[in-house]
């Protein structure tokens, strides 16, 4: 299948080297080409997971977004959700009818970015569908190697619009066999998404260790017992919006990450992040994506969507005001939100009806 790759993260790594040994004609896009690197000297980069180290060829390495996407059936885009805006922006010239984008995870950018698309006259026939979490623990080492702690074996996934599901799965399902799992629309995808959950409690509560000491791994000194019954609570908000919505289970509650082997990872994920010394990162409060990404969008969207649908919230709009404290913003006010998407005025079930049909 023709893939296009969007961004130079950790996930587009990974991305790339998986689906280009998987056999698919891949072609990988970056904003600034020099950036490639050694992976453009080579054209190819190296990917290191558990069979060891070797190379990986790209169909294409490019900075011209439109070749990119020219005839691919998907377009995976593993970036920051906000990189989202900017994205949709330079893809809106490009798209055309049936292409599907898949966003993983989405903070559910599956409307966002359709109706970014919209807004910049796109009027392309496109799908969008997003995931609770990235397919891959993994980690760039260097500009050309990108190594995977392990792989993602339950992906699940909503579409946008949503009564194009079917078709839609059917394309990212042939990137990640056996792996996606169905779930109602985008919203219900995006309140899948891990991020938000996991990783306000870990910087927010260990914020004077990570910023007192030179090495502070949050998933493994500052995983703690009270820490993970932040989680546990936060986690239950998420999962009480998610029934209030009439969205069915599973839900993934996060404690399953931490304690078994059927999480969205599979195979005790954390014990493999925690031995791959990969996690032990230096972390920025305001322009980390665990702020910027999982606080001021994810977190934020919780927190509107449980005063949005009448669900308490109390543990998500704690954190992110203690979050609005740390960085001096207000982030309720001004993250993403039912509020700021311009959904604030709709009911549940007209909210449901659109997203069937695309904004
Ligand atoms: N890494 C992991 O193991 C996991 C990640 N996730 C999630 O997966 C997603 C990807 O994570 P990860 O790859 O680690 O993130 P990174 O922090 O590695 O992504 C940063 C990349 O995003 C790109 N980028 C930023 N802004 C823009 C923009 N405006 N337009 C285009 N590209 C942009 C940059 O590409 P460039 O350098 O080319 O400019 C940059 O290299 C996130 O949503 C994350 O929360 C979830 C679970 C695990
Ligand atoms: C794997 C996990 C959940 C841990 O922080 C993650 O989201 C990340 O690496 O960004």
Redo the contacts with the bound molecule.
């Keep these: 299948m023709k893939i296009a790759v ?7 790594y990974a991305a790339v080297a998986d689906l280009a040994e998987a056999g698919h004609q891949v072609r990988f896009w ?3 080409y020099r ?1 490639f690197g050694p992976v453009a000297e080579r054209g190819a980069l190296i990917l290191r997971d558990s069979k060891g180290e070797r190379e990986v060829r790209p169909d294409r390495i490019t900075d011209d977004i439109g070749e990119a996407v020219d005839g691919a059936a998907l377009i995976v885009a ?6 989202q805006a ?2 949709a922006e330079r893809l809106a010239p490009h798209l055309t009818d049936d292409q599907v984008i898949f966003l ?2 989405g ?1 559910f950018g599956s409307y966002a970015m359709l109706a970014a698309l919209r807004a910049k006259g796109c009027n392309a026939a496109i799908m969008i569908a997003e995931t609770g ?2 397919p ?5 080492r260097d500009a050309g190697t990108v190594a995977i702690t392990t792989r993602a074996s339950r992906l699940p996934t909503g579409v946008v619009p949503a009564r194009r599901s079917e078709e839609a799965l059917k394309v990212v399902a042939e990137a990640f066999p056996n792996a996606i799992e169905p779930v109602e629309d985008g919203l219900s995808g995006a309140l899948m998404n ?2 938000p959950i996991i990783h306000p409690p870990l910087i927010l509560m260990n914020a004077g260790p990570i910023e007192h000491f030179d090495r502070w791994d949050i998933h493994n000194e500052g995983t703690q017992l009270s820490i993970r019954r932040v989680h546990g609570a936060l986690d239950g908000e998420r999962i009480a919006i998610r029934e209030r919505l009439g969205y069915a289970p599973p839900h993934f509650p996060l404690a399953d990450h931490y304690e078994t082997s059927n999480w969205m990872y599979g195979h005790l994920a954390h014990d493999r992040l925690v031995d791959s010394g990969d996690w032990h990162e230096t972390l920025d409060f305001e322009s980390h ?1 665990y702020m910027r ?2 606080i001021a969008m994810g977190l934020a969207l919780l927190v509107s969507l449980g005063e949005w649908s009448g669900t308490p919230c109390p543990v998500a709009a704690g954190l992110l005001s203690i979050a609005s404290a740390v960085t001096g913003e207000d982030l309720r006010a001004n993250g993403r939100t039912v509020e700021t998407l311009g959904l604030a005025d709709y009911s549940p079930a007209d909210l449901k009806a659109m997203l069937a049909e695309g904004p």
């Design positions: 969007l961004g130079g993260g950790n996930g587009c970056r904003r600034n950036d593993p970036l920051p959700a906000f990189a900017d994205l993983p995870p903070t979490t990235l891959w623990l993994a980690r760039k891990a991020g994506r990404e999982d």
